[in-house]
């Protein structure tokens, strides 16, 4: 049916040219903040494999600690904020990520990789960037300002899974870490200079966490669907990242790395407007979240049957491994979006921030236990930590059955 649009709705509303300053210098300060962390995160467990006093489960805890992190600090933070104002806080999170990215760089033993991916993820600045957003644009057009800047990270993730190892090749894997903490330390004169300052700086409870919204949130079984999702989604991507880049080089130089990852790349994006179309339609999203679902066990179980027992194992062919990936990567490619946008959905607006919250550190935590679990598995059985990531999205997929079909508006009619 076709869409009537109000005079006076958001598709009349053009961005003032303050909002759009500040929706471009939220994004912009994302993409200074992720960039050098995203081009090394497909060499960072190899790297850590080959530091002084290395074991598995630190080169897992190298990956994974940020997310324990960013768990803890991510509600603190967005909550200083709101007392103290958006660009103290922002600028105290970018200070303590460009020092765990020094001392990374620094590195010269595993425990001191994890002390400095430790320090990066207390630089939590996602939490606090997102109530700027709220502060510097209008409620009916955040949704609007919230997908530009998820834009600009899909962009920025593709381009460190890209030339990452590439550039780790050429000028060596600490040379990123230095490069991700000059960008973390540009974005600071850049949020005080290029950024606009909020007029007031409020709590907004459609993106910011509060503690008397808890209760109902957990209470809800459709969120809590949505969180073990998850929860389960990062947990398995962290620990494939984990252990791909050991499994990768045996068949690929690593400045060679991209072949493999731009056409996951291509997958990725190719799933996600597939997912996007399946989104809109009555029973679309239970649909596209039970397809995501299966692509992501079909191609962890393709990955349990065909990879070594240890990961620093010789491989049995690089064809099944990559068609392993392409499967897990279509499918987390629908459920990425996906998620977000039920979670939306899926909730009241007065509740929506501290929904969002238990989301986002549901995801941290996930990619801690993937860490965990990929270091437990990484010299031993790698096949094992597959099949059990097979079981979990197992029993997630279970819980989908049960996911319902957001109501539509009328307005979306």
Known sequence: MRKFILPGSDHFQPLTPEERR?????????????????????????????????????VGLSVGVYGLTQFLFQVPFGAMSDRWGRKPILTAGLLLF????????????????????????????????????????????????????????????SFGLLFGPAAAARFGVPS??????????????????????????????DVEFSHEHMAEVLRNPQLLRLD?????????????????????????PLGHQWRVFLPLLTVGMLSMLL???LAE????????????????????????????????EPG???????????????????????????????????????????????QFMGAFLGGLLAGKFLDRDVEA???ILAGTGAVWFWLALRLRNPVQKPSDA
């Open 98 to 157: 460009a020092l765990g990215s020094v001392v990374c760089a620094l590195a010269h033993t595993a425990w001191m990789l994890v002390l400095g991916r430790t320090i990066q993820g207390t630089g939590v600045v996602a939490s606090t960037a997102l109530a700027m957003l709220a502060d510097l644009t209008r409620d009916h057009l955040r949704s609007r300002a919230m997908v530009t800047v998820g834009i600009a990270l899909g962009g920025t993730f």
């Open 281 to 312: 339609r009555p029973k679309g999203p239970q649909r596209a979240a039970l397809l995501g679902q299966g692509l992501l066990i079909l191609g962890v179980m393709l990955l349990a049957l065909t990879v070594p027992a240890s990961a620093r």
């Open 385 to 387: 930590m597959f099949w």
């Open 316 to 362: 049995v062919g690089v064809t099944a491994l990559v068609a392993g990936l392409l499967l897990f990567i279509a499918g987390f490619a629908l459920l990425e979006p996906l998620f977000p946008a039920l979670l939306t959905r899926s909730c009241q607006e007065n509740n929506r921030g501290t929904a969002a919250g238990v989301f986002n550190m549901s």
């Open 228 to 252: 073990l999702g998850a929860l389960n989604l990062h947990m398995s991507l962290t620990a494939i990242f984990v252990v791909m880049p050991f499994l990768l080089r045996q068949f690929l």
């Open 275 to 277: 997912g996007a179309r």
């Open 176 to 205: 990123l870490f230095w490069l991700t903490g000059v960008l973390a330390t540009l974005a600071i004169p850049y949020l005080w200079f290029f950024v606009p300052a909020p007029l007031r700086v409020v709590h907004h409870e």
């Open 22 to 58: 500040g929706v471009v210098g939220v994004a912009s300060l994302f993409g200074l903040r992720m960039m050098g962390l995203y081009m090394v995160l497909p060499v960072l467990s190899t790297y850590a494999g080959g530091l002084r006093g290395s074991t598995s489960l630190l």
